[in-house]
């Protein structure tokens, strides 16, 4: 039993084990929602509480990935990489707040690309004079998020010259006629065709180039199929949980706090929903792993705009009070438009210093401060 309890403890204060402290807060989270305290309060528990499940789902994912073969896992990996801030979103979609729901997505994609990325490195290039990393995988990744984001962007120039305009940065919801409606969801169907050509053209045709090989590969756990899908499951339903009890909070909490709801969603909800996933690149860089780093940011913002944006869309005309098009503000299009371009440019050569790093970092602080005042 001491030993046991020695190897827990080593795991818990090691740098995967860190979002499993904060598991108290989920109970936390419960309790004071019903309590009904403080909208504010709330928020930051439920906050706090998603990324300990947030972590579990991804390490429950690896565990399977690892006893399914390097083709059903990669598979696996790619499904359940974003499935908790999609579980956000799904429960921010029902209640209404379609803006925070699209801020959400922008800020992961801003998030994976200036943020994560940046930290990357940073972080593994201040031991280093530079890091390599194969270029045509990470330019094949930002070409796929260049092809999703050009796709996002045409049903809001669509709306800017033939409709309403564009939506206002304090808006919650706004009404849009059945025709950019429709231009989304076809958009929308268009990409995750696209995704699907990208999974066979990334876990079969070309393998190896997504996935390198390393001579010091991570150890898992060593769980069992089962057991990892049990835990799987319970991951599942405590996201759903905190995402519930957050989404609830978020506008009166916002009010409360004075940030706009904007704000919630592009950075705040963006960052939770991937905190493990962001620690786990960071740490990859610092071994020296760039490879894996560039794929986990660049990727997972590729899968955000390929998949997860598309599945929402097509969602809310079934959840929530009417269809969800895909019609940014001014704010988000400029922001991922620079962000996409930068991706592009720090992928084209397949290698990296820390003050590459700092660079993109400063670009997300310049882009945090301009929504906060917003």
Not at 15 to 43: C, D, K, M
Request: charged fraction near 10%; aromatic fraction near 8%; proline fraction near 3%.
């Amino acid at each position: 039993m001491s030993v046991q309890r020695a190897s827990a403890r080593e795991f818990l204060t090691s740098a995967q084990g860190w979002p499993y402290l904060l598991v108290p807060f989920i109970p936390a989270a419960v309790a004071l929602e019903l309590a009904h305290a403080s909208a504010a309060l709330i928020f930051v528990v439920a906050a706090l509480g998603i990324i300990p499940t947030a972590a579990l789902m991804g390490l429950a994912t690896e565990e399977l990935a690892a006893r399914s073969g390097p083709g059903i896992g990669g598979l696996l990996n790619v499904t359940f990489g974003n499935a908790p801030e999609l579980i956000i979103a799904l429960f921010a979609l029902g209640a209404g707040l379609q803006e925070v729901v699209k801020a959400s997505l922008v800020g992961s994609i801003l998030g994976n690309i200036l943020l994560v990325l940046g930290a990357a490195m940073l972080v593994g290039g201040l031991r280093r004079d530079r890091q390599r990393f194969d270029r045509t995988a990470a330019q094949v990744q930002s070409a796929m998020l260049f092809l999703a984001v050009a796709a996002l962007i045409m049903p809001a120039i669509f709306e800017l010259v033939e409709g309403k305009g564009l939506p206002g940065v304090t808006a919650v919801r706004v009404e849009y006629d059945s025709t950019v409606e429709t231009l989304s969801a076809l958009t929308a169907c268009v990409l995750i065709a696209t995704y699907v050509v990208g999974l066979v053209f990334s876990l079969r045709t070309h393998r190896d180039l997504f996935n390198p090989h390393y001579e010091e590969e991570e150890q898992t756990l060593g769980w069992s199929v089962r057991r990892s899908v049990i835990l799987l499951a319970v991951a599942g339903v405590a996201v759903g949980l905190m995402s519930e009890v957050l989404v609830g909070s978020i506008s009166e909490a916002s009010e409360s706090i004075g940030i706009s709801e904007f704000f919630v969603g592009v950075i705040v909800v963006a960052i939770v929903g991937n905190a493990a996933e962001h620690w786990v690149a960071i740490l990859v860089a610092f071994k020296n792993k760039m490879d894996l780093a560039v794929n986990i940011a660049v990727g997972s913002s590729a899968q955000i705009a390929l998949f997860v944006a598309p599945i929402l869309v097509l969602a809310s005309f079934v959840l929530g009070p009417s269809p969800m098009p895909l019609v940014f503000n001014g704010f988000e299009l400029g922001a991922v438009l620079v962000a996409v371009l930068i991706a592009n440019y720090v992928t084209s050569e397949g290698e990296s210093t820390w003050f590459e790093g700092v660079q993109l970092l400063a670009v997300y602080v310049i882009l945090a401060l301009a929504f906060g005042f917003a």
